[in-house]
């Protein structure tokens, strides 16, 4: 595509998958979602024990005629999403054991950093029914940045809040599509036989994009990746060569309402805040020179000096570098480990670094009164 030619967002390119990525200009994308052929490398039919057929992917866009094959179609498109792909924007992979590690070896080559594999598993996997290996429960996705140097999106704070205010996991609990959700043709049978479950798109779309930003699907089916890219805020580009899926897909999406501006905001990224050294605590007079702080134990006991630095009997550092030291570790966040008396209760230093933000005007103003040398 010409240098500088635009692709308007939230529509479905119709053809193959390699062919349509060369019509969307260079470093334009925020993110990609791809759920691309699992290559099953089915041979006969999967029946079950009463001799009913599985309805299983067996559809001509799963077959590939060789391994090599499959390798040159991965790095064909992979290569074509990197190049649309923004210098911080990033890549989510879905697979399963047929495909999942051919794809990462690709992301790897062609130069992609992979951040994580998550692992969906499935609470109504369907059963093994030869009972010849273990059911097949989940499928891994890989999260990869564009480069190794890209600053890619992470809410982590939205993520952690949203799980009872503890670290997001890389095993993820979500049943398959069903019920409601699933698509259905006219005939009443599945419209798609991979359709994902909104749900797994909900999170990987909060967690890895913001309101606004362009979601690409390079494999869009019948539609989940825009329909919740749209309830979520953000624009989507969805290619997909069947036509029958796409328009299930447009139907889809039409019927999909975008959450209002004040519903779809996420809880900030403290990496995000701006800095606040601790010296600018003191140059303010929000805690003053000569003060005393402790640890929660009140085991330390350290002593402000008034050019930002602490001080406990043979030792002086800066407030993580001498919280370090009081412990015998290698690092420490002085932030929460140093603590300032008011009342006869114990408070971390970090509610001051709040009021130093509403003094310079990076924040709403907050009272706080100065804290004294006691």
């Known amino acids: 595509m010409a240098k500088g030619s635009s692709l308007a967002p939230n529509q479905i390119l119709l053809g193959d998958c390699p062919d349509e990525l060369r019509r969307i200009p260079d470093r334009s994308v925020d993110l990609v979602f791809a759920d691309p052929p699992y290559n099953l490398q089915l041979a006969t039919e999967l029946l079950r024990p009463n001799n009913t057929r599985v309805d299983g992917v067996d559809d001509a ?23 649309v792909l923004k210098p911080d924007g990033a890549m989510w992979l879905i697979g399963s054991y047929h495909n999942v590690f051919r794809l990462g070896a ?7 950093w992979i951040l994580n594999d998550v692992v969906w598993r499935k609470v109504n996997p369907m059963p093994n029914f030869r009972g010849r290996r273990f059911t097949n429960a989940h499928e891994t996705l890989i999260w990869a940045a564009r480069d ?4 890619y999106t992470f809410n982590y704070e ?14 993820w609990l979500f049943p398959i599509c069903s019920g409601p959700e699933r698509l259905k043709d006219d005939g009443g049978r599945k419209a798609h036989p991979t359709q994902k479950p909104e749900a797994l ?50 139907e889809r999406i039409a019927k999909v309402k975008t959450l209002s501006t ?9 990496r995000a805040e701006p800095r606040i050294p601790f010296g600018t605590l003191i140059e303010l007079g929000i805690l003053r020179a000569g003060s005393k702080l402790y640890d929660e134990r009140r085991q330390v006991l350290a002593e402000v ?16 570098r001498l919280g370090a030291v009081v412990q015998g570790k290698s690092a420490c966040n002085g932030w929460t480990f140093w603590h300032y008396e008011r ?17 310079l005007g990076l924040t709403k103003p907050m009272s706080s009164p100065l804290i004294a040398a006691e």
């Open 106 to 112: 690709a992301l790897q080559d062609l130069g992609y």
């Open 305 to 320: 000096k008034a050019d930002g630095t602490l001080a406990v009997p043979g030792s002086r550092g800066s407030i993580h």
């Open 262 to 270: 004040s519903a779809l905001e996420t809880q900030p990224s403290k």
């Open 343 to 359: 009342g006869g209760v114990l408070h971390p230093i970090d509610k001051l670094r709040e009021r130093a933000k509403a003094e």
């Open 61 to 83: 866009w799963d077959k590939f005629a060789s391994f090599e094959e499959y390798d040159r179609f991965t790095r064909a498109w992979l290569a074509e999403c990197r190049r």
């Open 158 to 171: 939205s993520l952690k809040a949203s799980n009872d205010d503890l670290q997001m996991r890389s095993d």
């Open 148 to 151: 190794q140097k890209s600053r």
């Open 201 to 250: 798109l909900h999170r990987v779309l909060l967690a890895t994009t913001n309101p606004g930003d362009t979601v690409l699907d390079p494999f869009f089916g019948t539609g989940t990746t825009g329909a919740v890219a749209q309830k979520l805020g953000r624009n989507w580009i969805g290619i997909e060569r069947d036509p029958d899926y796409a328009k299930a897909a447009e």
